[in-house]
């Protein structure tokens, strides 16, 4: 085990210890600011793996918009704020047994078909911006001007169903 | 990747300009043109002369992108993949486009038709305060459904386009998030139009999920996202099974979830009936070409050396969504609700065409979605005809004798209806004989059977509403049939291409079975 | 990973520098109690009450975060493309991202125009 081993192995137990308070926690904002710990070490993962600019993504995107929303939708709705009992779910056993059943299924399929997949770390990877840049701006450039269209009709919709005066 | 081929090169100005060729991404560019246009109208223009610009303009660009695919399919040059291969346009393609722009046209007759009064004025309205009622009271309406149509239809038609799973993802996006609001936007009954908002966009955005995530494991197993690298890989037995078929699984529970196949039916039911009727119209039919036509560019391209993994999978989809729909539907008693479960069973249907994995199961299916397409959008367009004073009257009980007080309307949706259990002079029958043989030839005999079983089982039920609307006694404070124009013109285009499809439909076989004889393009 | 050191030394620093000063604050600093020091925002102005139990904020909050969510998305791409734009040869790398930003610019209109970015 090198330095790098243990750290990853490290940010993946941050990762999922985080995603198991978030869905144990009684408090819904504690659920949400667990969500930024989980996603912050995942961020972490992807750094560790070379692909930079996808830790960057997951930082600016998730943690700080994605969190943003979740909180502000907690704002919005009659959500209680602080300890509250409804968070405990009736269903709790069947849920965690659906958990971990997913978990155990891509869990194998991951290790089995990577389980000799290899890529070098001391040289910059696929999801550093450069390359990214290169590749989104000619291969992928329909799709990416299709993006722009999509956030388009994402925020009209958001107008129609919130604006009062039309 | 082509990034890392010139990773390693550090020269200036080395990466030449995509090659777009914009002929044939045309149509979906006009759309998407055209919808942004629609947006800035909606910016610009004052609220009085909204509804009079939008109405035109998305007809324009609607027919303006049909006569495009036409002249696209007359040409008849070899068509190929376009925009560094990120789309495919080929003789399906332009079909199942042409076929998808036609029934939005159909659909926005009745989208546009203002005095059926289906859609809110405001959205953001409370149900059932006085903000409503003031908006109710001043007829503005919300224009803003015209540009999201817009948008959802270049959504389908890039879906049905897409080469690859990353463009086929952004596609379903486009093409699923303007639904989602269109769905909440119904006038009556807010609180169900909301309910059907918010179902469809949790479980749409919980099926994407599968999608992206089915994705990522194909994109680990043949290191591209494109179908037909997918195939090639799949051919050399190139990477490792697992994630070949976690991959299949995953990627196939999020298109049959668009589709509506059972056990990813759950929504269709409550969004249908929620929805206000023009758009339900839409989804009915156009999403239903869009989600067919990807999946079959997913399994006939990228899967079809996987054939002998995914169709045991889709032999038990097929069987359980044609039963369950069949069976579930005979217990409804909302109209908009019965249709649902029909549509679902017709999504069971066409899937029989899509395990055929032939080029007749392809021309079959292509037929079969043009035919269901207008039949259904012309039976919604009856029920928003049947009003009472809360609206639309979608009990089956409040439909009791309409066969003796409005005979035309009442025969129509009757034929309709007969259209949809397959009874032969329908296009219905047609489509289905089409699909069913396609499917015995590729061997398919059981999936047939229990296609003809269910058939049977879903003629019951349509009868069943044709008995009540001229067997039995009309009520005394029935509702009343309203006949606008262009609600009145899609209910006669739905029922003249379900005549002309039942009783002449070969030269539109000859034009499906020509779309299907190259297949897909690689 | 030699690349990431001084960013990570950067980042000891920064939250070095954190916690010391929010650990030598509580240390040093004077402990005088009362209400307008216990107030969220210790800033002279008195909050307005909350309702009991939550309740909600008004949904013009909503637009605000949705707003902040797409430009973030729309920026994010701006920097593969700075990155990468001495590669692209000729104009082409400098038209998509201007018809990128011009799309997204349309919805700015739109709310612009709708009053989407008054605070009333």
Redesign the interface.
Known sequence: MTTLDVVFVLLGVVAVGAAVLVVTTRQLVHAALWLVVSFGALAGGYLMLTAEFVAWVQVLIYVGAVVVLLLFGIMLTRAPIGRSADLDSGNRWAALAVALATAGVLVTVLVRGFRTAYAPLDVAGQGAAKPLGESVFRIWVLPFEVLSVLLLAALVGAIVLSRREI | MTGSAVLNTVAIGDIQAPHLEYGQLGPMLLVFGVAVLGVLVEALVGRGWRQFIQVPLTFAGLAGAFVWILVLGVKDKPLHVAAEGAVGVDAPTLFLQGTILVLALVSLLLIADRQNGAFTPQASALPGSDAEREGIASGTVQSELYPLMLFAVGGMMLFTAANDLLTMFVALEVMSLPLYIMCGLARRRRLLSQEAAVKYFLLGAFSSAFFLYGTALLYGYAGSVRLSDIATATGNNAGSEPLLLAGIALLSVGLLFKLGAVPFQAWKPDVYQGAPTPVTALMASCTLVAAVGATLRVFYVALENMSWDWRPMMWGVAILTMLVGAIIAITQTDLKRMLAYSSIAHAGFLLTGVIATSQAGLSGTLFYLAAYGFTTIGAFAVITMVRDAGGEAGHLSRWAGLGKRSPVVAGVFAFFLLAFAGIPLTSGFTGKFAVFKAAIDGGATPLVVVGVISSAIAAFFYLRVIVVMFFSEPAADGPAVVTTIPTAAAVALGATVTVVLGVLPQPMLDVAGQAASHLFVR | ?DL?IPIIVLGVLAFGFAGFSVVMGALSGPKRWNKAKLEAYECGIEPTPQPV?????P????????????F??????L????????????W??LI??V???A??L??Y????????LEWD
């Not at chain 3, 139990?53 to 904020?57: A, I, S």
């Not at chain 3, 949904?59 to 797409?70: C, D, P």
């Not at chain 3, 593969?80 to 001495?86: L, T």
């Open positions: 990973m990431y139990g939550g309740g909600r904020f949904v013009k909050y909503y637009l605000t975060a949705m707003l902040f969510i797409v973030d998305i729309e920026i994010i791409f920097y593969p493309w700075a990155v990468a734009f001495n590669r692209f040869a000729g082409f790398g998509e991202m018809l990128f930003i799309t997204v349309v919805a209109a739109y709310i612009w125009r709708r009053g989407g």
